[in-house]
């Protein structure tokens, strides 16, 4: 014998819906993956995931500037762009032709970043790999991050190879073919 429902199933609080479901889906796999191979090759496949929507995004940006390349100052202001798109806080700090410092004070993953700092490969990559294709060369440094307890992330964007940013720790990315 069936029981009267107190509640409609389509009525009840839930808040599932498609962001928090794909959140929770990539913070889940990332998480898999640094429990399973731990951060550094989590970190490292997050990274080619990364690497391919750089080109995609990329190469969309390009195509609605009209441009063949992306000067140093339209890779500032895609980067920041980007990450505004999909709900991130990011934002300038300092650039000049060697570097561009970045803030961030919402990270577009949200609280499913918290313990999962193989996702800020997404970052690193899509970072590294827009500025390496239009400069020719970047290195990505992810000095602090929401994801390791920061309130802020700081990220810094080399563009050449110069001895502060072979100091610092960091992925190198190179122009593609």
């Known amino acids: 014998m069936n ?4 509640h409609s199933v389509d009525t009840l609080n839930i808040t599932l819906e498609r962001d928090v479901f794909l959140r929770t889906l990539i913070r889940e796999l990332s998480g898999t993956l640094q429990d399973v191979v731990g951060i550094a090759e989590a970190s490292g496949f ?5 690497e391919r929507m750089g080109s995609q995004i990329n190469q969309e940006y390009k195509s609605a500037l ?3 390349q992306l000067s140093r100052k339209q890779v500032a202001d895609v980067l920041v762009d980007l990450k505004k798109r999909i709900q991130g806080d990011f934002y300038i700090i300092e650039q000049n032709d060697e570097k561009i410092v ?3 004070r919402v990270c577009p ?6 313990n999962r700092p193989s996702m800020c490969m997404m970052t690193s990559n899509v970072f590294g790999t827009i500025a390496a294709n239009n400069a020719g ?3 990505v440094e992810l000095q602090e991050t929401i994801a390791e307890g920061a309130a802020e992330c700081r990220v ?9 940013s072979e100091d610092a ?4 990315y190179f122009k593609g073919i």
Do not use: D
């Open 109 to 114: 993953f949200a609280e499913k970043v918290l």
């Open 169 to 172: 720790e960091g992925r190198e």
């Open 46 to 50: 997050i990274s080619v995931v990364g």
């Open 3 to 6: 029981l009267p429902l107190k």
């Open 66 to 68: 009209e441009v063949s």
């Open 102 to 104: 970045f803030g961030n």
């Open 137 to 139: 060369y970047a290195k």
């Open 156 to 164: 810094i964007v080399y563009l050449k190879p110069t001895e502060e």
